[in-house]
DNA sequence: TGCACCAGGTACCTATTCGAAACCACAGTA
DNA sequence: TACTGTGGTTTCGAATAGGTACCTGGTGCA
């Protein structure tokens, strides 16, 4: 254990934050932890969401062992994406920012006003 | 308080996770919990981090009224950046979006070994 | 006089990203 | 025969992010 350095380049965590950033990523990890799910089913659920971005964000996420595939061989050929256990553990660390941001977005939203309205009166020189 | 939906586009709490996704965001938040850090300092501190990037993410937490901005009139006029209680409340969120990096990185980079040395084996059809 | 440093702003240019859409093979249905 | 739905891949083009470089403008220093 290297005890990482989130200030060094090219650090490890980075890699979590990016896969964070990922709006695609965390919303079907977030439907995933309610099931199994099916490519169409997911594409169907999340608005917005190309097929495209869906098989690169999937792809990723079973690179990074966050979410499983598994391909059944039914009439024609259906494909079921499961969270894995590390997986869970990420989605549930991540809940806890959608509980920073519920809890203080309105002070944020206040902010921005404030900001947006021109703060000339803040400029303490 | 409407509670926020996640899945729905255009939700609030898609801003705090595109604000989480700013690698440089995430940077000058954690640098500025040890106590306000002035506009170069800054940059030398971050090794890659343009003035630019760096100008563009102050503004951003500044408005987000995650750091608060303070220009002192001293000789060729310094301007410190200081972290809001606001942002000490996110950068501990964020820290613990950290740790689940630096526990799990290892079992994720397994992942990626295993998934990019060809998972041929994997395919359960 | 010329250079450097402070804190940025701005213009340009490139690389990545991402959506739209076409294409694939296969099988059931009308 | 033609169309639908399954799970993708590939290509194209537009938008955006972000780095480089140059600008202000005041001041101390050589």
Request: glycine letters at 4%.
């Amino acid at each position: 254990m290297p005890a990482w350095n989130a200030y060094a380049s090219a650090c490890p965590t980075r890699m979590v934050l990016d896969r964070v950033a990922d709006k695609w990523a965390v919303l079907v990890l977030g439907l995933l932890t309610d099931g199994p799910v099916r490519f169409n089913q997911l594409r169907r659920a999340i608005d917005g969401l190309s097929q495209k971005m869906l098989s690169q964000t999937l792809k990723s996420l079973e690179r990074d062992g966050l979410v499983s595939r598994r391909a059944v061989a039914t009439v024609p050929v259906t494909v079921e994406y499961s969270i894995t256990p590390l997986g869970r553990t990420l989605a549930a660390t991540v809940d806890a920012l959608r509980v920073w941001a519920e809890t203080h977005i309105e002070e944020v939203l206040t902010s921005q006003e404030r900001y947006d309205a021109g703060r000339r009166d803040a400029v303490s020189v």
